[in-house]
């Protein structure tokens, strides 16, 4: 059985930083795609970042220069490094793994597991 756990949301002011965690059990993360996910309230859940089997990422324009996906194989953990946080950033950011190992990107149908979500909120 999957499970995807996430950690490190929480309430910072605009221009602060924080660092999710996704820990995985049940899979292997280095063999596959693996993103991150965010929903805003009355929003459509939508792709931020993701990476690779071979470590291509790939950045929704509003978080480029902002956002790093890593994952550490030997922890079985994917990270999500947010820097320069912006109010437009609040919402629940989720883990996502998929079956796939290449050409992921974000969308949605393509990942099969999904965590149970982390709140992330950035007051102006």
């Known amino acids: 059985q999957v499970l995807l756990v996430e950690s490190g949301g929480g309430s910072v002011q605009a221009g602060g930083s924080l660092r999710l965690s996704c820990a995985a059990s049940g899979y292997t993360i280095s063999a596959f795609c693996m993103g991150w996910f965010r929903q805003a309230p009355g929003k459509e859940r939508e792709g931020v970042a993701t990476?690779?089997?071979?470590?291509?990422?790939s950045y929704v324009d509003s978080v480029k220069g902002r956002f790093t996906i890593s994952r550490d194989n030997t922890k079985n953990t994917l990270y999500l490094q947010m820097n320069d946080l912006k109010p437009d950033d609040t919402a629940t950011y989720y883990c996502a793994a998929s079956r796939l190992r290449f050409l992921c990107g974000t969308v949605r149908d393509r990942y099969n597991y999904w965590g149970q979500g982390t709140q992330v909120t950035v007051s102006s």
């Open positions: 990476i690779d089997r071979d470590s291509t990422t």
